[in-house]
């Protein structure tokens, strides 16, 4: 199964929620009492995220954490890799030479196609998409097979 950390999973909701309300800086232990998870969980979550440059630090009594810019220019893809590294399905599809049998597996190309279309299809689905209560209308088919092998190694 293919499935992502439930930190990952608690960063997009945190992120979410703060979309929501992009000009009030939000504090660590009211984000966790409004999305119900524990705090030090939150306080994980958002360090990874300013870390990533998706969320600013502000200090202060009025300080708190808010977007590092809007939440439409901000993509699933981005929060994914901010908690799990880079979006990839083998580690050859990830960085060149990673793998020992690269030169006999001979399955390498296409899981590089694998991973180009879900990250193609992660970096379309924004912030903004993702706070969006209202369900994400994605076409009934998608344009996979639009990615050509020579696409994905390059």
Known sequence: MLKLSRLTDYAAVVMAQIARHPDTPHAAAELAEVVKLPTPTVKKTLKMLVRAGLLTSLRGAQGGYQ????????????????????????????????????????????????????????????????????PLKMPVRLPIQSISLSAATA
């Open 67 to 134: 977007l590092a810019r809007p939440a439409s220019r901000i993509t699933a893809a981005e929060i994914i890799s901010a908690i799990e590294g880079p979006v990839a399905m083998t580690e050859c599809s990830q960085a060149e030479g990673d793998c020992e049998l690269v030169d006999t597996c001979g399955v390498a190309d296409n899981w590089q196609r694998v991973s180009l279309a879900i990250r193609t299809l992660l970096e379309g689905v924004t912030l903004a998409h993702l706070a969006d209560t209202a």
